[in-house]
């Protein structure tokens, strides 16, 4: 990855505005590099994600797992939720890395709360082959459960 790597490290304090909106290369970078923060000494399977708001500010998380498991949080929604509670609700984009994955694919959990919060988001997963694949939040989630008609920063009514 070499220089984007390297600039994408540069960017990557959480919460930092970027000055010029991160490539999709960038933000996968910022996942990988999440992933090796991750907190996992049970399942032994980092996972990164990185999330671009549409202020072009960016969130990063690692999964953290607990000696009680259903304690443990994924990386998705740690990005998420760092930055929900760093005040932002519009979001672009989130990449995943699960490096030890063939394909790093959001499990259910995170599917339905990102969908509360970012339906038409665009999701980049990370392939064991260097490639990424990239859908949506909603494509993730068909018919997606909401209780609310509308969280805050979606501005889509559908
Ligand atoms: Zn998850």
């Known amino acids: 990855m070499g220089d984007i790597y390297r600039r994408a490290q540069r960017q990557r304090r959480d919460g930092d505005p970027i000055l010029a909106m991160i490539t999709d290369h960038e933000l996968m970078a910022l996942a990988i590099e999440a992933s090796e923060r991750a907190y996992c000494p049970y399942s032994n399977f980092?996972?990164?994600a990185a999330l671009l708001c549409a202020d072009g500010t960016v969130f990063?998380?690692?999964n953290v797992e607990n000696g009680v498991n259903s304690l443990s949080i994924c990386a998705e929604r740690t990005a998420?939720?760092?930055a929900i509670s760093e005040g932002k609700h519009d979001?672009?984009?989130i990449a995943v890395s699960c490096p030890k994955?063939?394909?790093s694919s959001p499990c259910g959990a995170c599917r339905q709360v990102l969908f509360e919060h970012a339906p038409n988001?665009?999701?980049l997963m990370a392939r064991a082959d260097g490639s990424v694949l990239q859908t949506t939040v909603r494509?993730?989630?068909p018919h997606g459960f909401r209780l609310r008609t509308q969280a805050p920063g979606t501005?889509?009514?559908s």
């Open 155 to 157: 501005s889509d009514s």
């Open 101 to 103: 994955a063939d394909l």
């Open 80 to 82: 998420l939720f760092k």
């Open 60 to 62: 990063t998380g690692a």
């Open 46 to 48: 980092p996972v990164g």
């Open 139 to 141: 494509d993730l989630l």
């Open 91 to 93: 979001f672009v984009r």
């Open 121 to 123: 988001m665009n999701v």
